[in-house]
């Protein structure tokens, strides 16, 4: 139960790593605010958790949506008492093109989602945790995109990039507030998106291939990992780029 009586809110929680992060955390004790934007599926595992004994509410919206995160932001605290800790999770990628082949639109949605994305969820959950005077922790999912080119799209290795560097200021200018901010390099994971990539992309040439275990991740695997990050386990981390990866950044 290592995120007993902490309530935590989690973005992209409708499939995939966030979906799979808030059956966990539920699992490990936590209160979880799930914010994606399919309602029916975040309903469904809503029900789940609860019909497990868990505490869960849905809170719909899209985190390029400023207004709706904080919405999210409110559910937490107006029903469970607090905001203890978030995983911003939600991401968009595409694949197949090269960078001059990339649409403008294409560039712009990848930034919106996974940049502005976790920017909005900062400045609605940073000022939360800070007037309860008791700290907290959020991890921002970056990738190995964040670290070094994949074979991914290009507007998604700079998105991935701008993460990790927003999460260290970040980490920087609220250690004085007892909040920990760390970003996940998430290695290849069988998800959704990850899927449709590989209908586009040969595995060959995916970053998974490269890594030490050779195989992709579970959405499990990534969700632990966050879990570790967001308990008081692990109080002497903060600003960190946390690989989850297989190994693809050691090799």
Request: aromatic residues 4%; hydrophobic residues 45%.
């Amino acid at each position: 139960m290592r995120l007993a009586d902490k309530t935590i809110m989690i973005t992209g929680a409708s499939s995939g790593i966030g979906a799979a992060a808030a059956r966990y955390f539920a699992a490990c004790g936590a209160a979880v605010v799930l914010m994606a934007r399919r309602r029916d599926r975040l309903e469904q595992i809503v029900a789940e958790i609860r019909d497990a004994g868990g505490r869960a509410e849905a809170a719909p919206g899209d985190v390029t949506d400023t207004a709706a995160v904080a919405r999210a932001v409110a559910v937490a605290v107006d029903g469970f008492g607090r905001l203890d800790g978030a995983f911003n999770n939600a991401g968009w990628g595409t694949a197949g093109q090269m960078l001059h082949e990339t649409d403008d639109a294409v560039f712009e949605r990848i930034m919106d989602v996974n940049v502005r994305g976790v920017w909005n969820c900062l400045k609605h959950q940073l000022p939360a945790m800070t007037a309860q005077g008791t700290g907290g922790s959020v991890v921002n999912t970056s990738s190995t995109a964040g670290l070094f080119a994949t074979g991914a799209l290009a507007p998604y290795v700079t998105a991935k990039h701008a993460v990790l560097g927003l999460t260290r200021a970040a980490a920087a200018e609220y250690g004085r507030h007892g909040i920990r901010i760390n970003a996940l390099m998430v290695g290849t994971t069988r998800t959704e998106l990850m899927e449709a990539a590989l209908r586009v992309r040969p595995p060959d040439r995916q970053s998974g291939s490269r890594g030490i275990q050779r195989r992709m991740a579970e959405p499990i695997e990534i969700a632990r990992a966050a879990a570790w990050l967001l308990s008081d386990e692990a109080s002497f981390v903060t600003g960190g780029a946390v690989p989850v990866d297989g190994g693809a950044s050691a090799v």
